[in-house]
């Protein structure tokens, strides 16, 4: 799961939306129909034509850098962003110019250590680099999230188990798992039989596939489901937070604390298991590194600290 950096944070005011700082002090003013989280530099914001939002890009200062104008738009990564239109999908940079044209009405993704995933009519998968060539002559069947240290699982055809790649597209394990997750604190979450375990870049199975679910390892710890019920493993497969959550909403963040959630309410956990910002909301972000994040209650749109106080309240 991507953390998004930036220290401006989209709000939504009858209706519209604008951006505050991390104080909750208002620097972009409500002004659009949809908004984005700032990344680098460069937000995703939208108006509505003919009841269909129509996306652009802003910079920090709430200048238009990028005009209103595409039915699609994805977020920048590696200086490109993915967009399309009625004359169809293209990479842009952080002037607007087109720098791949992509073809043949393939769906492009996001880049990530300079390749990106195009997916075609087939939906075979093929990559290219940032001048639009292809990065490498492989297609496969389905990619398995994002790189991680170096290697990207990828699934070559349905009859076979997942392999991991390198940067230079060599296969360097193979194995007999019908999933596989990054690669992330030297472990992969890997699902055979509807069970999950974790191996090594060697493919040795480090933690037993004994889990019903289980997810990647964050800040040494990973999320995982026994039966209905959500809890976290250390990367020694030892069970330190015994499942009791009906699901993990966020990630633990670098200050600690987890999204989860309880009774169908979502609240913060720190790595201990202890509720320290009691389960009240409908939704809840990831702490940004700036101390504070997203929440949702009855449609309204909040954002507090990692006391659990507003920081901005509660807004339609």
Known sequence: QEKQP??????RQNNKWGYIDRTGRLVIKPAFDAADEFVEGLAIVAKESNGEPIYGYIDMSGRLVIPIKYGYANRFRDGLASVGDETGFSYIDHQGNTVIRVEDGSLPTSFSHGWAAVIDAQEQVRFIDQTGKAALQTTFVSVGGDWGEGLLPVLVNRNEGWCYIDKTGEVVLRTKFEEAEPFTDGLSAVQLDNKWGYIDKTGKIIIPLRFD??????????????GDRWGYIDKTGKIVIKPQFDRIASPFSAEGLAGVFVDEKCGYIDRSGKMLIGAQYDMCREFFDEGITQVMLDDSIGYIDRAGNYVWPLTK
């Open 6 to 11: 930036g220290n401006l944070f989209p709000v």
């Open 213 to 226: 679910q289980a997810d990647v390892f964050d800040q040494g710890l990973a999320p995982i489901r026994l």
